[in-house]
């Protein structure tokens, strides 16, 4: 199996298992409800992302380029944005539908959208962070193509 999908999938249910723990957590003090808390969750992805392409380059050596490691940190992201937006769903629809109402609060009556818009912006803000944030990751662990400079 491709050693870039398996770190993938490791980094991904860590990056996973991380925002499900920290949105349980806030549920138990009844902070959920706060978005600004939410800013964490870029703060786990961003570094589920970063030690997903550290790892993967440290185990390629001189082997690693920027496309393997562009691949191992979208692939993280994804599966990580995936997973966690169907646990929301699940949670949004089954668990806690109050929860939805309290979110869209006015929304909801005036254009008649339930969760699925939740779900789906879950879904957009995951898989856009994951791009920019894999862009800039990769900044750093690009092998550079710049001349020395010797004066």
Known sequence: MNTSFIVAIRYGLFITASLIAYFL???MFNLHENPWLRVFNGV????????????FKLRGGNTFTYVDGFKTGLLTGFIATIVFTGFMAIYMFHLD????KMLLGRWLDNYGEGAGILVFIILIEGLASTVVLTLTFMQIFKKSHNLSQKT
């Open 97 to 100: 539908p109050e929860f939805t």
């Open 25 to 27: 957590i806030l549920r």
């Open 44 to 55: 786990a992805m961003a570094a589920g992302i970063y030690y997903a392409i550290k790892n």
